[in-house]
């Protein structure tokens, strides 16, 4: 595990590149997926499903690569619909037949896609776990007067959802991508999410686990930006994952929320 670098007090230069932000944070910024939520482990349990069903000549030791393809999402479909271009079923199903046609499976028309969506929806809500160092990091923060909320590149409903079932029901669901109608990098989802958790930009942190849309976007809307990279699980595909350029970009990186808390308040 990394060693995580304080926050630098009176907007002192990062060792990293970039500004810190100056005295004491105020509010943190969590995206869900993969960030609090285990939503790989999720999707892992829904793909799995789906396999079964729908291809049912593939030998279960290549479900990984199907999760694999699923979750780098090379052509951009789900980011198509955080940008308002895709509805959330139109860019599931078009993931939906890139599974089928790249592992051999026939091609879904809407019936069909109707039942893998039946499938794949009611064993990928069972299967939302908290992970296991969100909870200590927001009880951490809570004791210490840290404001804390969610933002998310889906809908508030299903995220909201997806906080309670997880057993992370404190932490409130400030902006989804239905919000304002777009999502992350849009920087007015960040301005917008401090507005409602009620701190200044500058003394926001937010922390998600795609480095382009997360950590950076929230930098460039003037937040401080921190990407979780947990050990394992990148997603792949055409999203930006280069530590080190993070790091340059004066991107806090960080590969648990254990050391977001340190982050945060080693400097109180």
Partial sequence: MSTPEPFLPDGAAHPGGGAAPGGAVDGVLFDVDDTLVDTRGAFSLAIDAVCAVYLPHLPVERYGEVLALW??????????????????????MLRAN???????????????????????WGTFEEGWRAHDDAAPVLKRLAAAGVRVGALSNAAVALQTDKLSRSGLSEVPMLVGVDTLGFGKPDPRVF??????????????????????????????????????????????????????????????????????????????
């Fill in 71 to 92: 979750r780098s999402d090379p052509h951009g479909w789900y980011r198509a619909y955080t940008r308002g271009e895709l509805t959330f079923d139109g860019q599931r």
């Fill in 98 to 120: 890139e599974l089928q046609e790249t592992f051999g499976g026939a091609v879904l028309a809407e019936d069909g896609y109707a039942g893998w969506r039946s499938v794949f």
């Fill in 191 to 268: 301005v917008e999410a401090c507005a409602r958790l009620g701190t200044d930009p500058a003394r926001t942190v937010y922390v998600g686990d795609e480095l382009d849309v997360d950590a950076r976007a929230a930098a460039a809307a003037g937040l401080t930006g921190v990407w979780i990279d947990r050990p394992g699980t990148r997603r792949g595909g055409p999203a930006e994952e280069d530590p080190e350029a993070a790091r340059a970009a004066g991107v806090h990186v960080v590969a648990s929320l254990d050391e977001v808390g340190d982050l945060v308040l080693d400097g109180r």
